[in-house]
C-alpha cells in the first residue's frame, strides 16, 4: 500500500516575501510499489497502443506513439518515489484557506497561484530558523 505522508512546509508570497506554514500530503511508494506502477502504465499503454491497431490511418500515428510513451510513463514512474497530492495552508497575501493541487509533483520548491487572490506563491521546505523540526537531507 503507498503511504500516505503529511509533510509541513511554508507558503511564501512573491510580492510581499510573507510565509505561513503549510501542509503537503504526498503519497510515498516503496520499491515494490514503483516497479508495479511502472509496469501497470506500460501494459494500460500498449493496451490502447493494440487497441489502436484497428482504427484505420490514426494507427499510423496512434500505435507508435502509444507504444513510446509507454515507455516514457513507465520508466518515470520506475524512478518516481513519492508524488504530490495537495498543499494546504494559508495564504501569506489574502489570508484564506487555500488547497493548492500538487498535479502529482511532490519535489520543493514549487511555484503556483493562490486560488484565492493569483498571488504567486513558493512552496518550499520550512527552513531550520522557523522550526526546530525541519528535516535536512544533506548527504
Ligand atoms: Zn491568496
Redesign the pocket.
Known amino acids: 500500500m503507498p503511504e500516505k505522508i503529511t509533510r509541513s512546509i511554508q507558503f511564501k508570497s512573491q510580492a510581499s516575501g510573507n510565509t505561513e506554514t503549510a501542509e503537503m500530503h504526498i503519497t510515498a511508494f516503496s520499491v515494490p510499489e514503483q516497479k508495479t506502477r511502472a509496469i501497470k502504465a506500460l501494459l494500460k499503454f500498449w493496451l490502447i497502443a493494440a487497441v489502436c491497431v484497428l482504427i484505420p490511418i490514426a494507427h499510423f500515428l496512434l500505435v507508435p506513439g502509444f507504444f513510446i510513451g509507454g515507455i516514457i510513463v513507465a520508466s518515470r514512474r520506475w524512478k518516481t518515489d513519492a508524488e504530490g497530492e495537495d498543499a494546504r495552508g494559508c495564504?501569506p497575501?489574502?489570508h484564506?484557506q487555500?488547497t493548492i493541487s500538487l498535479e502529482k509533483d511532490a519535489e520543493l520548491p514549487q511555484w503556483h497561484d493562490?486560488p484565492?487572490?493569483s498571488?504567486p506563491l513558493q512552496l518550499q521546505a520550512v527552513t531550520s530558523s522557523d522550526s526546530g523540526q525541519a528535516d535536512k537531507n544533506t548527504g
Open positions: 495564504c497575501a489574502c484564506n487555500i493562490c484565492e487572490c498571488d
